[in-house]
């Protein structure tokens, strides 16, 4: 069982920055692919990034590509996710995901409560 907490999420400006965090629990957390969805109002979640329980393999969506960086930290059980050069259009919840195994699909185990980033036109 996982249990995941995020944070950071706010309101920033067009062309701004935000770095979001994900605490997860349990003693096994290296045993987990994590990653980072996103759902804007009206539309249906979608997949952000991922990072293989090593953090050696790292996925992006196309629309975040050059512009958002996922890690981990195991020692902390935590996944960041750093957003640069924010637009209007990245403006939803985001939500951290866990998923046993080294990758993670679109469908992951785990989710967290969800975090809310605005971005200001």
């Known amino acids: 069982q996982v249990q995941l907490v995020e944070s950071g999420g706010g309101l920033v400006q067009t062309g701004g920055s935000l770095r979001l965090s994900c605490a997860g629990s349990?003693?096994?957390?290296?045993?987990?692919?994590m990653g980072w969805f996103r759902q804007a109002p009206g539309k249906e979640r979608e997949f952000v990034a991922s990072?293989?329980?090593?953090?050696?393999?790292?996925f992006y969506a196309d629309f975040v590509k050059g512009r958002f960086t996922i890690s981990r930290d195991n020692a902390k059980n935590t996944v960041d996710l750093q957003m640069n050069g924010l637009k209007p259009e990245d403006t939803a919840i985001y939500y951290c995901?866990?998923?046993?195994?080294?990758?993670?699909?679109?469908?992951?185990?785990?989710w967290g409560q969800g975090t809310q980033v605005t971005v200001s036109s």
């Open positions: 349990g003693r096994t957390f290296t045993s987990y692919a």
């Open positions: 995901a866990a998923h046993l195994g080294t990758a993670i699909p679109t469908s992951p185990s785990y």
């Open positions: 990072v293989s329980w090593s953090g050696s393999r790292l």
